[in-house]
Structures are given as structure tokens and as C-alpha cells.
């Protein structure tokens, strides 16, 4: 069965720097990916989605890659701030299913200090 | 914040009882899903419903049950609560089947302690 996996449980940046997320799944390509801010006692915020023919999207200071040859997906914040401190989930939605399960990575706990 | 609420927020329950969560999905949404988080781990999904009927279901026993009404709030329902069944539920609301693109919404989830 499918995994996500997100390498680093915490990532710790000074504010203005990029931080970059990785994930990573481990058997086939996902029809698509999505990007999940959590924020502490509460729940998942979507971010971006990502779909397996796109290279590459952008929102705002996010951007999001999908490499289907190193089976990954990288999540860029640029100019970090330390409001961006939070939970970092990567989810894989399953393409040709009827419903709409998404099977999450651990997450990573990102903190940008002042 | 998104339009899904959860109740209760907190809940202490001790081994073996039953409990009951309640989710309230966004306005116009017809579809719930629901996720169980341990600590320190990413979401799991345990079941999807649609227009009041399970659509979909991940791996969990039989013991977690649902249920959706007909103004598409929902209920998740646990029976001979375990220690391992301490966690955040999540419940996820959005419209049609979501089986392409459709954006699930995520309530603030309940915390359930089983002691």
C-alpha cells in the first residue's frame, strides 16, 4: 500500500530564509498531491494541490513541486515568517476511487524564529 | 476558519464504554469524512459518507461506525473504547464525491482520552 513520507519530524528557520519541506511516497504516483497547513488543537488547512502531469504551482509566498522520477514533492515557504510556525502535511488523494480518501504523511512541526 | 464544527471539544471516556462524536459540515457540503490523529502523527482516515450511505472506508474495525443525517451532519460512533483510541477526531466536510478535485474542509476535531 501507499506511504507518505515527511523525512523531517521539525525544521527550524530564522525568519526571512526559505523553508523547504520534503515528502515522499513510496509506491505509485499519486494522481494528486496536497499540502495541509495544522495549526495546534486544530485542524488541517488546505494549502496547494498539485496534480501528477504538473512540474510546478505557486500561491502567494508557497510553492509546491511534484517529481514523479524521485517519487517527491517539495513545499517552499519563501521570506518565512514566524506566523508560518505550524504543522506541515503532505496527502495523497487516490486516483479511480469513488471517494475522496487522503492518506496523510506525519507531518512537519516547521518553527521560523524572529 | 472553515463552516465545520465538532462537539464535543474534549472528551474523557474510560475503557470499554462507547462514545459518540458529532460533525456539522459546511453549508451546501453533502459529503463527511472522518479522521482519527494520534499524537505526533498525520491524520487516518476511517470512513467517507455520502448522501446519508458509506462510500468508502480505511482500516479500522468494525467497532467505529457512522452515520449521516439527512441535513448531512454526521456522527462517528465508537463501541469498547480501547487506550489506542485515544486521539484528535477530524471531520472533513465538501461537495459531491470528492473524488477529483473537490477541497475537503476540516473542523477543530474532538479530543477523545480513554483512560
Known amino acids: 500500500s501507499q506511504k507518505i513520507e515527511q523525512n523531517s519530524e521539525a525544521l527550524n528557520i530564522q525568519e526571512g530564509k526559505t523553508a523547504t519541506l520534503t515528502c515522499n511516497y513510496t509506491n505509485y504516483s499519486p494522481a494528486y498531491l496536497q499540502w495541509y497547513r495544522q495549526d495546534p488543537g486544530r485542524g488541517p488547512v488546505f494549502l496547494l494541490l498539485?496534480?501528477?502531469?504538473?512540474k510546478e504551482k505557486r500561491k502567494e509566498r508557497l510553492k509546491v513541486t511534484f517529481d514523479t522520477t524521485l517519487k517527491q514533492s517539495l513545499f517552499h515557504i519563501t521570506a518565512s515568517q514566524p506566523a508560518d510556525s505550524a504543522t506541515y502535511l503532505c496527502a495523497e488523494r487516490e486516483g479511480g476511487t469513488s471517494y475522496g480518501k487522503l492518506t496523510f504523511g506525519q507531518g512537519t512541526i516547521l518553527t521560523v524564529h524572529p | 476558519e472553515t463552516g465545520v464544527t465538532q462537539s464535543p471539544t474534549h472528551l474523557i471516556k474510560t475503557r470499554g464504554q462507547q462514545v459518540t462524536l458529532r460533525c456539522s459540515s459546511q453549508s451546501g457540503h453533502n459529503t463527511v469524512s472522518w479522521y482519527q490523529q494520534a499524537l505526533g502523527q498525520g491524520p487516518q482516515f476511517i470512513f467517507q459518507?455520502?448522501?446519508?450511505?458509506?462510500?468508502g472506508r480505511g482500516n479500522f474495525p468494525p467497532r467505529f461506525s457512522g452515520l449521516q443525517f439527512p441535513n448531512y451532519s454526521s456522527e462517528l460512533n465508537v463501541n469498547a473504547l480501547e487506550l489506542d483510541d485515544s486521539a484528535l477526531y477530524l471531520c472533513?466536510?465538501?461537495?459531491?464525491?470528492?473524488?477529483?478535485?473537490?477541497?475537503?474542509?476540516f473542523g477543530p476535531g474532538t479530543r477523545l482520552t480513554v483512560t
Open positions: 459518507y455520502y448522501r446519508e450511505e458509506e462510500n
Open positions: 498539485i496534480r501528477e502531469n504538473e
Open positions: 472533513a466536510s465538501s461537495f459531491g464525491l470528492a473524488g477529483v478535485l473537490n477541497e475537503q474542509y
